[in-house]
């Protein structure tokens, strides 16, 4: 009995490994937003000589429905040839972070082809803001699987290092302080930079909390020394790669959506997905009864690398094909479950109590994949646009009303605050008691991170 579940395991455990490298890769593509999966289609395609696309296809565009995705285009049309649709424009955001990094290096002219190589993957994994977001470690082995190289942990790292010595100062950092230190290295050296690195580097938690009092005793400092140094850490950018087109901060300004939900004369809904992603396929020189895979001893290498690529095209059509289908269907729940709100022309008190929970439930997914597919990404109307996390909402405390309104007037009661004086949650909780809300602090607390609003506390001026 023993034999035979150790048997079951070891198979279980081979399953898994076999797998791993394409669920690595729609989860990774589930958290892009539009934008940066047509980069990546982008960039595999240009990789890749085994994957080829045509161009031969449309955008999708369906009435609301969950409707099994043959494929991951989602290239089918209700829309007649005269019809009008509002097709927001990404905008032109110039050389992409990525682009800007690699050329640094390619004109350093000092990296080994493998050095190059180790250097694309930890480009690949450093996002819009220049942070990197997964481990060295990882990044290895993303290399060892899907790369021609099996690189050692201080390979990568000495590439890595390389990586942080990129303009803008600051990129390539693991997080905000790491990010902070970097910039603060290259600045010139004054009294004021060096107690900045001292601040940074020995007392950040300290700082974040903004004790300052605190600090200065710790620091043995003035007050105008201490006032000095905190200016000079807010000169940093907290978001390095943003300042390169494609960055968060342009983002910001410029938006462009995943999806755009329009309504009929009929109050029929209907969802369409935006991309310029083109259909994908197998070039037929890889295809597996090509003749360019001969039998024969002495084109085993060539075989091997035809195998390969197709392999990885393979892989990535089938993760993307799950990425566009996870996507259309949670959407279309989200779309079916607030559907008042896309009737009453986006009016936000329409809007029913929903969670994740909610569509996890509707579309049988993991409630990570609901985060994931939702992080990030926006939802156009005819009268707006809206990131898809505006339409996840809970109800107040024993009532069945949504929250914008509320969170509405929370923002506007610490907009409106002394900054000298900042309210406390409990402050807060109290003044929208006395207007009538029934509301606990906590739900109070809830709603502030929700709005990415921080405590009190760090919300005073020096």
Do not use: C
Request: hydrophobic share 40%.
């Amino acid at each position: 009995m023993a034999k035979s579940e150790s048997l079951r395991l070891s198979q279980d455990i081979r399953q898994q490994q076999t797998l791993a490298p394409m669920q690595l890769q729609y989860v990774r593509m589930l958290e892009m937003n539009s934008p940066e999966v047509e980069d990546e289609v982008s960039r595999v395609l240009d990789e890749n000589p085994a994957l080829e696309a045509d161009d031969h296809d449309e955008p999708f565009s369906t009435p609301g429905t969950d409707q099994a995705l043959p494929y991951y285009r989602l290239n089918a049309s209700n829309r007649s040839a005269d019809d009008t649709v509002y097709e927001p424009e990404a905008s032109d955001t110039g050389e992409s972070l990525m682009d800007h990094l690699l050329d640094q290096l390619a004109q350093d002219g000092n990296l080994s082809e493998n050095a190059m190589e180790i250097a694309r993957f930890i480009i690949g994994n450093i996002d819009p803001n220049g942070y990197l977001t997964r481990p060295l470690r990882s990044i290895a082995d993303d290399i060892a699987i899907q790369g021609s190289l099996d690189p050692s942990d201080d390979e990568v790292r000495e590439v890595w290092k390389k990586v942080r010595g990129l303009e803008p100062a600051g990129v390539g950092a693991i997080d905000l302080r790491d990010s902070l230190l970097l910039q603060l290295l290259r600045k010139e050296k004054s009294p004021s930079v060096e107690l900045a690195t001292e601040i940074v580097r020995d007392y950040f938690d300290v700082f974040s909390l903004m004790h300052y009092k605190q600090l200065r005793t710790m620091l043995g400092v003035s007050e105008d020394q201490l006032r000095s140094a905190i200016e000079t850490i807010r000169t940093l950018n907290p978001k390095p790669g943003a300042q390169i087109g494609g960055g968060i901060a342009d983002k910001a300004t410029h938006i462009a959506p995943d999806f755009f939900v329009e309504v009929d004369s009929d109050d029929r809904l209907t969802l369409s997905l935006l991309n310029n992603i083109p259909s994908l396929r197998i070039a037929r020189s890889f295809a597996a009864d090509s003749q360019t895979e001969k039998k024969s001893p002495a084109n085993d290498q060539a075989n091997a690398f035809i195998r390969q690529r197709r392999d990885e095209a393979s892989g990535f059509i089938r993760a993307l094909t799950m990425r566009q289908a996870t996507l259309f269907r949670v959407v279309s729940a989200i779309m079916q479950w607030q559907r008042a709100f896309f009737l009453s022309e986006d009016d936000p008190a329409t809007l029913r109590p929903m969670i994740l929970k909610d569509i996890s439930e509707k579309t049988g997914d993991d409630i990570s994949v609901i985060s994931r597919a939702t992080a990030g990404k926006y939802l156009a109307t005819n009268h707006g646009v809206y990131p898809l996390r505006f339409f996840f909402n809970e109800a107040r405390d024993g009532d069945d009303a949504a929250s914008p309104q509320i969170m509405a007037r929370l923002r506007q009661l610490i907009e409106e605050e002394d900054k000298l004086h900042p309210l406390t949650d409990q402050a807060l909780t109290e003044m929208l008691q006395s207007e009538g809300i029934s509301i606990a602090r906590r739900t109070v607390a809830k709603y502030r991170e929700k709005m990415g609003l921080p405590v009190g506390r760090l919300r005073k001026k020096i």
